[in-house]
């Protein structure tokens, strides 16, 4: 069971997102808060996997995720706001929010965002990977974590989507056997681009056998066609 604190000082926008997350059976939404102090009391009381929270919304701050996301590692923070720039989007995944989305993306994201964050994986909707890349900010320098020479951190939930587009599947064929949406897989797809800094899925195939995350035995290179 994941449970999770829906923070927004809107009572619609609570509603909505709570009756989004109900749709999920493993899904407990553990409080609704509509202030900094009421969810640092719920944080105290209770124990908590995923914060959904709207930090621009009336009340809030991105004080209280940056102090407990020290803390408490096993809390996920995950931002939903209205639009943004990309500067106040780098902000709060500095200040040790771990994905963010915006309250205009699919449904299916949503639900995504706080499945992903539980596991650990970090979550961009399309819009907001969108408008960090128009402002040339890289996602992957955003980590409150110290940096290291490791070079680029593929997820778990990435490498099995690149597993899958090497071997020929579609993006529909991927959410189905993966259990997410079709705009996730998407969004894992852009992202995984990114990282690598490639543009096309046969830069991704070459990673994938480069990397042994596939055999070059297990699907054929259709000819190029001009």
Not at 49 to 65: N, R
Not at 111 to 140: L, M, P, T, Y
Not at 159 to 185: D, M, P, R, W
Request: glycine share 4%; net charge negative; aromatic share 8%.
């Amino acid at each position: 069971m994941t449970k999770v604190i829906i923070a927004d000082s809107n009572f619609i926008v609570r509603a909505g997102l709570r009756s989004i997350l109900a749709q999920e059976s493993d899904f407990a939404i553990v409080a609704e808060v509509k202030s900094d102090e009421e969810l640092l009391e719920v944080l105290i009381a209770f124990d908590v996997d995923v914060v959904l929270m709207d930090f621009t919304s009336d009340g809030f701050s991105l004080d209280i995720a940056q102090r407990f996301s020290k803390k408490n590692l096993s809390i996920s923070w995950v931002a939903i706001t209205g639009d943004q720039s990309g500067a106040v989007m780098a902000g709060a995944l500095r200040a040790g929010f771990r994905s963010y989305i915006q309250k205009d993306c699919d449904f299916h994201e949503i639900i995504d965002a706080v499945k992903e964050s539980h596991r650990g994986d970090r979550f961009f909707c399309g819009k907001v990977i969108d408008q960090i890349r128009k402002e040339n900010i890289s996602v992957d320098d955003l980590s409150m974590e110290v940096n290291s020479c490791a070079g680029v951190v593929i997820s778990e939930r990435e490498l099995e989507v690149i597993k899958y587009i090497a071997e020929g599947y579609t993006n529909l064929e991927i959410a189905n056997l993966l259990f997410l949406s079709q705009h996730t897989v998407n969004t894992h797809r852009k992202n995984i681009m990114q990282k690598l800094g490639v543009n096309n899925t046969a830069a991704i195939v070459m990673y994938a056998v480069k990397t042994k995350l596939v055999s070059p035995n297990k699907f054929l290179f259709s000819p190029v066609v001009n």
